[in-house]
């Protein structure tokens, strides 16, 4: 079955510090990424969405200074907490999708603590 | 967001029972409703998914019935097992290339031995 790699599983650093999380597809392509983040007992909130080659669209009251995303390749896209502070504490979550129809793959999920 | 609307939020089943998740949407431009199964600390699982051409789907223990009239939809797991303790997310999309899926707010399933 179709394979997304998440990258790092768990992240633990100073207030400040900005963390990179990368999300890649292992055996096919993904045409288009999404990142969500999900707190502790709840749903997945979906943060923004991503084509190869454009310009990532963000969800309403995501801040796109401070949510970076990349997505270079038909195979990695990255999400970059910039000036990371406590509140951005979460669980992130990417997933990837081929072609239209087909289903959404998830990783594993980043665990994203700042201290 | 168009809101996907689940319930119960959480359900406790004994073994070899029945697991029932509902599920009801709003925007009949959706056109593809999957289950995601997820376990602590890790990402949605696809565990399986309806078009509005089909009343029901069945995969193994899990089947999904549609109701394209009510806009309803529910998730079966039958013959409960303790490993299928976990969270489910139903979750709708129009299907479109870029489209993201709108989630439920999920159902935590707990099947006692």
């Known amino acids: 079955g179709a394979v997304v790699s998440q990258h790092p599983s768990r992240v633990i650093c100073k207030s400040g510090t900005s963390v990179k999380i990368e999300c890649r597809s292992l055996d096919f392509q993904a045409t288009t990424m999404f990142w969500y983040r999900q707190f502790p007992k709840k749903s997945l909130m979906l943060m923004a969405t991503?084509?190869?080659?454009?310009?990532?669209?963000?969800e309403q009251g995501v801040e796109k200074d401070k949510f970076l995303i990349n997505h270079a390749s038909l195979t990695l896209s990255t999400l970059t907490v910039t000036s990371a502070h406590p509140e951005d504490s979460s669980f992130y979550i990417c997933?990837?999708?081929?072609?239209?129809?087909?289903?959404?793959?998830f990783g594993d999920g980043t665990r994203l603590s700042i201290l | 967001q168009q809101q996907v609307k689940q319930s119960p939020q959480s359900l406790i089943v004994q073994k070899g029972g029945i697991s029932i998740i509902n599920c009801a949407y709003e925007?009949?431009?959706?056109?593809?409703f999957p289950w995601y199964q997820q376990f602590p600390g890790k990402g949605p699982a696809l565990l399986i998914a309806?078009?509005?051409?089909?009343s029901e789907k069945k995969e193994g223990r899990f089947t999904i019935s549609f109701n394209k009239s009510a806009k309803q939809f529910s998730l079966h797991i039958m013959d409960s097992q303790p490993g299928d303790s976990a969270t489910y997310f139903c979750?709708?999309?129009?299907?479109?290339?870029?489209?993201?899926?709108?989630f439920g707010k999920g159902t935590t399933l707990s099947v006692s031995s």
């Open positions: 997933s990837a999708r081929g072609f239209s129809g087909q289903p959404q793959h």
């Open positions: 309806i078009r509005p051409d089909v």
């Open positions: 925007n009949t431009a959706f056109d593809y």
């Open positions: 979750a709708a999309s129009t299907g479109q290339a870029g489209t993201a899926l709108i």
């Open positions: 991503s084509n190869e080659g454009s310009k990532a669209t963000y």
